[in-house]
């Protein structure tokens, strides 16, 4: 069973290959399920040889908020054991991601058996220093992934566990002191957000139906961004005519959603 979170696309393209070359079923969005256990556990099954892989990209070097809000609710019924596998996606590198997503399952009783991290176009555009990489790069993260995805379904066909991250400098500093500040006043639950419509809106309503959040709702035929955003980025990589900006940063940055989309 695969339960994926993504925003531009990058882990929706991970979790639909995974699923295909493993032969599993379609992979699940958590977005989906949280809405639909709006309180509660989210209760699953699993059979005996049948293991559970979480795909999701990084945010701040870290498991991005909602799969770890998953994760808080994530009950298997009757759990005996089977493997427990996650693959992120990230532009660079990881932190302790691991070691995060590891402690919240423990958290559920699901011990973490092995974690990947495959490297994917660059998306996130809402602080100065960061931004979409170059066309270049872009398209050589795009033509390696397809072999990096497939020997990680390799491995966990093959039952084989541990930690594949590109972990980076200072991982101590970020997953533990940034990516907390990250989840706590830029990605929780009260948190408000810089996003906007420019003049330039066609009111299609794309940006309201892609977040995951139902942050973004549509009155009077332009978006409204309210409180609650998890800095995925869906709204303004994704829209069609580049309207949604972020405060005074992203007018000069480029987009990027995965071309699959």
């Not at 998306?123 to 931004?131: E, H, P, S, T, V």
């Not at 906007?196 to 709702?217: F, K, M």
């Not at 609650?228 to 959603?257: K, L």
């Amino acid at each position: 069973m695969i339960f994926y979170f993504s925003g531009t696309g990058n882990s929706l393209w991970a979790a639909r290959r995974l699923s295909r070359v493993l032969g599993q079923a379609e992979p699940v969005a958590v977005a989906d399920e949280l809405r639909r256990h709006p309180s509660g556990d989210c209760v699953y099954e699993l059979g005996g040889g049948e293991c559970l892989i979480l795909v999701f990209p990084v945010h701040s070097w870290g498991p991005a908020e909602l799969m770890l809000r998953f994760v808080s609710r994530l009950s298997i019924r009757d759990y005996a054991g089977q493997k427990v596998y996650a693959v992120c996606t990230c532009g660079d590198t990881c932190g302790w991601t691991d070691r995060i997503l590891g402690e919240a399952l423990r958290k559920r009783g699901l011990p973490l058996a092995g974690c990947w991290s495959v490297r994917m176009p660059n998306n996130y555009i809402l602080m100065k220093g960061f931004g979409v990489d170059a066309d270049d790069v872009r398209e050589a993260k795009l033509a390696a992934a397809p072999a990096a995805l497939d020997a990680v379904a390799e491995a966990i066909r093959a039952h084989e566990g541990g930690v594949h991250l590109t972990v980076g400098s200072r991982p101590w500093l970020k997953s533990r002191i940034i990516n907390p500040l990250f989840r706590r006043f830029l990605a929780g639950p009260d948190s408000r957000t810089k996003y906007y419509a420019a003049d330039t809106c066609i009111g299609c309503g794309l940006c309201a139906s892609v977040c995951p959040t139902g942050t973004v709702t549509m009155k009077d035929g332009r978006p409204e961004w309210g409180r609650g955003c998890v800095q995925c980025t869906a709204c303004i990589n994704r829209c069609p005519v580049r309207a949604v900006e972020y405060g005074g940063i992203t007018q000069t940055q480029g987009r990027y959603h995965h071309p699959d989309l």
